[in-house]
């Protein structure tokens, strides 16, 4: 089984998949983490110096290969990767995919201050910044084959969809 777990950035896609992960006996697989181990950069240096456009060509030269290298386990997206080419299509075809639909609020609530994250970086309202990203994304995450809703989305909400 393979189970891709979708949303924007700080839905929790990462920290619930390794919980799913657990609970369903399965390798658990970070795209983000692939990408910076494949590209031997971080995103945010990937980003800065070679274009967002180069970054989403590495994400779905990387996915292509994660998910032909891997016949079952949960992979965390990241928050763009079902909006460039036909990746939901493709993941769609391949396993289960769940929309963690997490709420603009509380998605700036965490992001509040993250230096991590590029494309959050020097936005005076990140709430706003949200708001307006997460509209432009939501068509294609809304494609997922299931979502689950809320602030505070939990590791048995995802088993209980799955079932």
Known sequence: M???LIGYMASGKSTL???LAKALALPFIDLDVEIERTAGASITEII???GELHFRKVESAVLKDLLEQHESGVFALGGGTPVFYNHMDVLNAKGETIFLDVPVGE???RLEGD?????IQNKEDVAEFVAKH???RRPYYSQAKHRIAGPSISVEDLVAVLD
């Open 2 to 4: 393979k189970v891709f």
């Open 17 to 19: 998949g390794k919980a």
């Open 48 to 50: 800065d110096t070679k």
């Open 107 to 109: 998605l700036a609530k």
């Open 115 to 119: 230096i991590k994250r590029p494309l």
């Open 134 to 136: 997460l509209f432009e």
